[in-house]
């Protein structure tokens, strides 16, 4: 247990429904990613925010995608009209300003039925 | 950020030490090697990073080869926990997001 949870840890949703996935990062983080992992690959970087700031997006987080973190704590990630290929495994990590390391959450793994 | 290159897997005795080699042979000056493992169904985690210098802690070592296109993780007494994804990963100083490659599934055998 890295202190990084995430919730749910699994979800599944028809297609076209919305869904919303929590990250609560270890307390003194200021800094916090979101990962997208689909079977048999390594994770993919999606976004990531220092404080409340969003400072970085891929190109993978497409407009039925997006993310907040309102007070600088937990962060929220929403899919919009999922569709089949928005199944995977998003993960979490949260990190010091400055530290090299990034922690990791245990993931929410979504199915899109 | 620089590519990196591992072998897809890698079989390892229980006890013995596990070699795993990275090439990232377009390294730039400011670019650290980070290695991260992922154990089934579980999120990555940290293992060790450096940027020229050999490093070691409390789970494993780095060699970096003085040109720096290489490097080895060095597990020194494998154990059946150490059957993960391992991840070689090229980042800049300052850069954020780590780019996971397909990593070498290290399987452990008793």
């Known amino acids: ?113 | 950020d620089a590519k990196t290159t591992q072998p897809p897997s890698m079989d390892c005795a229980e006890g013995r030490a596990a070699n795993l080699p990275c090439n990232h042979s377009t390294i730039s000056g400011n670019e650290y090697v980070y290695w991260y493992r992922q154990i089934h169904s579980q999120g990555p985690q940290y293992i060790i990073h450096g940027l020229k210098n050999n490093e070691t802690n409390e789970m494993a070592s780095l060699i970096i080869t003085e040109d720096r296109k290489s490097s080895t993780l060095i597990l020194p007494h494998a154990t059946l926990r150490d059957t993960a994804v391992y991840y070689c990963i090229v980042r800049v100083e300052g850069a954020q997001k780590l780019v996971f490659g397909q990593g070498t599934r290290l399987t452990i055998n008793p």
């Not at chain 1, 990084?4 to 270890?26: A, E, L, Y």
Request: glycine share 8%; aromatic share 12%.
């Open chain 1, 1 to 113: 247990d890295t202190g990084v949870s995430q919730n749910p840890r699994h979800k599944i949703t028809k297609r076209g429904q919305n869904v919303t996935f929590r990250c609560d990062p270890i307390s003194e983080h200021n800094r916090l990613y979101w990962y997208r992992q689909t079977l048999g690959q390594g994770p993919e970087f999606l976004t990531y925010f220092q404080n409340e700031a969003q400072l970085e997006k891929s190109r993978l987080l497409s407009d039925r995608f997006s993310a907040e973190r309102p007070k600088g704590s937990f962060s929220t990630l929403e899919i919009q009209r999922t569709e089949q290929g928005d199944s995977a495994m998003y993960l979490c990590a949260s990190s010091f300003h400055g530290g090299h390391e990034q922690f990791f959450g245990p993931g929410t793994r979504l199915t899109v039925l």
